[in-house]
């Protein structure tokens, strides 16, 4: 029979509070259910206006039908 | 009027502040580790409901206002259940069955035994003594703070720390040494 290791109370007690926490993943779970989505710019948003932006170049930079017709001309 | 980024950004801020330490409180008030969570959620719903009084407050004013609720939750929670001796036997039951969550699979099994012995032993201090003890281990306060957030004097604090210590070493039969 072998003796037993013995702990330090303090030892114990610290390896018993770290079970016992609440663990972050949990926590967050409540902070999420308590406060509301916050209204804001939705997540698309960036996307959007890029492409909205190069659509406006495009057709600001793009040679008018006219003036490739009477190049062709 | 919805909340905004900084609402949320600031009570984010409280609620890490003093998550650990509601947490603990109710651990050591109620025998189910559920409804200690449910109670922290209310807890810090009732926070975000009143932010705008409580966010200007100083820490320690900001706990004080807090563990008032939480003190409250735990009576209401008692007064529910009608149960404040059926908590005391749940516990009990609960802590001669949960050895193995309490250890988790990678801890050693001696060490995981003498956590498991720890736990019991735990629940069954004085209630007064449990919570103290738990606010001090698992929520990381000081006897100072343990007292601002109960309304206690931290000499009482101290003291109570101190039985629960020189009770828990003598039923494992560990060396105190505060």
């Given at each position: 029979?072998?003796?037993p290791?013995?702990?330090?109370?303090?030892?114990?007690?610290?390896?018993?509070a770290?079970?016992?926490?609440?663990?972050d993943?949990?926590?967050?779970?409540?902070?999420?259910?308590?406060?509301?989505?916050v209204?804001?710019?939705?997540?698309?948003?960036?996307?959007?206006?890029?492409?909205?932006?190069?659509?406006?170049?495009?057709?600001?930079?793009?040679?008018?039908?006219?003036?490739?017709?009477?190049?062709?001309? | 009027?919805p909340?905004?980024?900084?609402?949320?950004?600031?009570?984010?801020?409280?609620?890490?502040?003093?998550?650990?330490?509601?947490?603990?409180?109710?651990?050591?008030?109620?025998?189910?580790?559920?409804?200690?969570?449910?109670?922290?959620?209310?807890?810090?719903?009732?926070?975000?409901?009143r932010?705008?009084?409580?966010?200007?407050?100083p820490?320690e004013?900001?706990?004080?206002?807090?563990?008032?609720?939480a003190?409250?939750?735990?009576?209401?929670?008692?007064?529910?259940?009608?149960?404040?001796?059926?908590?005391?036997?749940?516990?009990?039951?609960?802590?001669?069955t949960?050895?193995?969550?309490?250890?988790?699979p990678?801890?050693?099994?001696?060490?995981?035994?003498?956590?498991?012995?720890?736990?019991?032993a735990?629940r069954?201090?004085?209630?007064?003594?449990?919570?103290?003890?738990?606010m001090a281990?698992?929520?990381?306060?000081?006897?100072?703070?343990?007292?601002?957030?109960?309304?206690?004097?931290?000499g009482?604090?101290?003291?109570?720390?101190?039985?629960?210590?020189k009770?828990?070493?003598?039923?494992?039969?560990?060396?105190?040494q505060?």
């Amino acid at each position: 029979m072998t003796t037993p290791a013995r702990h330090d109370l303090d030892e114990l007690l610290a390896a018993w509070a770290h079970a016992r926490r609440l663990p972050d993943a949990d926590a967050e779970r409540i902070r999420q259910a308590i406060v509301p989505a916050v209204p804001g710019l939705p997540a698309t948003w960036w996307s959007e206006f890029n492409s909205k932006i190069s659509t406006v170049i495009t057709r600001a930079t793009a040679t008018p039908a006219p003036a490739l017709a009477a190049l062709g001309a | 009027m919805p909340p905004s980024r900084d609402d949320a950004a600031v009570f984010t801020r409280i609620f890490d502040q003093h998550r650990h330490a509601v947490h603990a409180y109710f651990l050591g008030r109620v025998a189910d580790p559920e409804l200690a969570r449910d109670l922290v959620q209310e807890t810090f719903l009732r926070a975000w409901r009143r932010l705008p009084e409580i966010a200007p407050l100083p820490e320690e004013r900001q706990r004080a206002w807090i563990f008032t609720v939480a003190r409250n939750l735990a009576i209401d929670s008692y007064r529910a259940s009608a149960a404040r001796k059926a908590a005391e036997e749940a516990l009990r039951h609960h802590a001669t069955t949960r050895e193995t969550t309490v250890a988790g699979p990678h801890v050693h099994a001696e060490l995981g035994e003498r956590l498991a012995q720890l736990d019991a032993a735990i629940r069954r201090l004085p209630e007064d003594q449990r919570v103290i003890l738990s606010m001090a281990t698992a929520g990381g306060l000081t006897s100072r703070e343990i007292g601002e957030a109960l309304g206690e004097p931290a000499g009482t604090v101290r003291y109570r720390l101190s039985q629960a210590r020189k009770q828990l070493a003598a039923t494992l039969d560990l060396e105190d040494q505060p």
